[in-house]
Structure formats: structure tokens, C-alpha cells
């Protein structure tokens, strides 16, 4: 992400519920079941995984949006079509996503 996503729910620190808090965003921004259990790795983290970022707590969040906020990095089992914003900001401008370069495996 180059904006975090703020999760969809309460997260209680625990990272089985973060990440399925995380896959329930990608639903709810228009992916299909298929897609997101095509997740092939998933990460998130307070600071971001590019060069710039700030730490995604640091962002303001905008007025009635609350949540846990986190940068993200995935990667889709197939190529996934057009703009990607994710979480309960992505109509605010959080949770938006940019291609990165290819990483050796």
C-alpha cells in the first residue's frame, strides 16, 4: 500500500484475525472468493514497505472512519484488473495499493 488499509473490524492483536479481517476487505473492495483464497503472501505492518512512507498510525483518519490501520503487501495467485483501494477508507483515499516490482523467490 502507499496509504494504509484500516481494517473492517476490531482487531485484538491477534494475527489469525488481522488477516482475516484483511481478506475480508479484499471482498468487500470487489474481489472474487476465488482471488482472495489465490493469496499466495500477505503482509502488514505498522511501517510501510516502501521507501517514504509513514508509519500507517501516523495517518489521520477521516471523520467517522475508525479501526486499525496497517501498510500492506500481497501477492495475488493471478493479476488483478484496475485501481485496488481496500479497507473501510478506500472511498477516503486509504488502502490504496500500487504495483511493486517483481521479487525474487
Known amino acids: ?8 473490524g476490531h482487531h ?11 481478506r ?15 493469496i499466495v503472501e500477505l503482509e502488514w505492518n505498522d511501517v510501510g514497505f516502501r521507501r517514504g512512507l509513514g508509519r500507517a498510525r501516523d495517518y489521520a483518519l477521516p471523520d467517522k ?17 484496475g485501481p485496488l483501494a481496500v479497507g473501510s477508507a478506500r472511498h477516503r483515499g486509504l488502502g490504496v ?8 523467490r
Not at 492483536?13 to 488481522?18: D, F, I, L, M, Q
Not at 475480508?24 to 473492495?29: G, M, N, S, T, V
Not at 472512519?65 to 484488473?81: A, K, N, T
Not at 495499493?97 to 525474487?104: D, G, L, S
Open 65 to 81: 472512519i475508525s479501526g486499525p490501520r496497517f501498510h500492506v503487501r500481497v501477492e495475488f495467485g493471478s493479476p488483478i484488473v
Open 24 to 38: 475480508k476487505a479484499f471482498l468487500h473492495a470487489g474481489l472474487s472468493q476465488d482471488q482472495v483464497d489465490a
Open 12 to 22: 485484538d492483536g491477534s494475527a489469525t484475525k488481522a488477516e482475516r479481517l484483511l
Open 1 to 8: 500500500t502507499v496509504t494504509p488499509v484500516v481494517l473492517p
Open 97 to 104: 495499493f500500487a504495483i511493486a516490482a517483481q521479487r525474487e
